[in-house]
């Protein structure tokens, strides 16, 4: 008697096509806090005014900011049976915070966070994308290994602060990608130090270096110093980046130029960067 073969776990959903996506990024980091959110916003804000078609996936399902930090309260509309993304500052956007009930924390196991990127992959509608940058969750554990390997990366973006137990813990973030193959494309130090309005006396807080040695030591490239600036932190409250609110400030200028160089990475892969494989699931 014939067995069976082993059947994928979504019956007839043969793969996913990326044919659409030129590059996709995961902005991740070894710890919360540090700035990962503010990153995929102004960094996705920053690639749009670029003149890049820029898509931005919240996928950090613990604390989905996203949506919040660009000014977005509207859930995507369906259309033809596919979710719209939102559209703000010429980024295209979709989140969990969109489905999930506001101040309610979720509780996820691993095949639901499976499910629901697959769904923010198949199901909506991105149309032609340059960049798709993705919001990890905070950490190194399984879900954020089980999302780097859902999602075909093209590579990553690791945020740190300048002090010891952040590097640390974005050190993880790099032995996570090179156990799942997907490049580490550049580092950003956020909260790298704090300049005094008016005097611009320079005050590090965290430390300072520490991002760049991160790259030198690990051989990845270094995007740039961000440093504490208090419009950060408002613009993300009020939803509206620093990249955009203060054009001209030191943090802005700094994503832009972070932009610039990731570009530059990118570009620098040749063609549209390595070849992303069909997922299975
Ligand atoms: N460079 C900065 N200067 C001031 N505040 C910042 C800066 N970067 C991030 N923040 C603020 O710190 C908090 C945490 O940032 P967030 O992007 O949510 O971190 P994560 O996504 O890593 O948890 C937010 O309130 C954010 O506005
Ligand atoms: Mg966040």
Not at 56 to 84: F, H, S, T, W
């Amino acid at each position: 008697m014939s067995q069976q073969p082993p059947q994928p776990q979504v019956q007839g959903e043969a793969g996913l096509n990326f044919d659409h996506i030129k590059r996709s990024i995961a902005v991740a980091s070894g710890k919360g806090g540090v700035g990962k959110s503010t990153c995929s916003v102004n960094l996705s804000v920053a690639l749009a005014e670029m003149g890049a078609k820029v898509g931005l996936m919240d996928g950090d399902i613990y604390g989905p900011n996203v949506p919040m930090m660009m000014g977005v309260r509207a859930a995507p509309e369906v259309v033809e049976g596919k979710l719209k993304p939102v559209e703000k500052y010429g980024v295209k956007m979709i989140s969990m915070a969109f489905f999930l009930e506001e101040d309610q924390p979720v509780v996820w196991r691993g095949p639901m966070i499976h499910g629901a990127i697959r769904q923010f992959l198949a199901d909506v509608d991105w149309g032609e994308l340059d960049y798709l940058l993705v919001d990890l969750p905070p950490g190194t554990g399984d879900a954020q290994l089980s999302l780097s390997q859902t999602i075909p990366l093209t590579g990553a973006v690791v945020v740190t602060t300048p002090q010891g137990v952040s590097l640390a813990d974005a050190k993880k973030a790099k032995v996570m990608f090179d156990k799942v193959s997907v490049p580490v494309l550049g580092v950003i130090e956020n909260m790298s130090y704090f300049s005094i309005p008016g005097t611009g006396e320079r005050h590090e807080i965290f430390s300072s270096g520490g991002g760049k040695k991160f790259a030198e030591e690990y051989g990845v490239g270094f995007l740039g110093d961000i440093p504490l600036y208090i419009g950060v932190r408002e613009g993300g409250d009020e939803g509206n980046p620093i990249v955009l609110r203060e054009p001209d400030s030191e943090p802005a200028q700094a994503f832009k130029a972070a932009a610039k160089s990731l570009m530059e990475i990118c570009d620098s892969l040749g063609g549209d960067g390595p070849k992303k494989e069909t997922v299975y699931f």
